[in-house]
């Protein structure tokens, strides 16, 4: 599942037993602002057992200086600890493209020591906007937003397609693996 800005969960236990079992938390945006409410989420997340990490809403320019932003507000709550849903990359602002992810990614690998990333956007996205074979490597998973209602069967193919946002619904979104990935293929 994954929360956006200012999406709450009230009871993590519940959502775990209802088999949720990794969450993508929206908790920096742009070049300074962190979502408060995103951070105890996260922790709230983890000690249910739910296999959380944050999101990053990109904003055009300055990346270098997002991905430190998101780098620093992440290292204290622990989201680049191994178990972590990997660190994610939304990037359906205007004004992002291939350039801006690949310097995203390379800085915030830079900075955390992890190399497993994920990158957030829509089908629309995928098939007209971004090229991933410019910047994913193996340790790039992409995930993908249709709300076409067949779990892990977005309707796009690409290598790295390793996670599929089915469903607006239960609430928060439900998010369904591409097979062949696992839950091992998206968490540090």
Known sequence: MDLSLHETVDDWAAMRARSVRFASITVTESLNWT???AVRQLGDALRAGVHAGIRHYARAGAV???ARHFVRTGMPLGAFAPGALAPTLDVGADGIDDRFIKAWIKAVRSASGVRRVLVYATYEDWLHRFRPDK??????V???VRHNGIPGRPGWFHSRL???QHSAGRPHGADALVYPFTLADVLL
């Open 35 to 37: 979502d408060d409410t």
């Open 64 to 66: 270098q200086d997002q």
């Open 135 to 140: 910047w994913a490597d193996s340790e790039v």
């Open 142 to 144: 992409l995930w993908l």
């Open 162 to 164: 390793g996670l599929h």
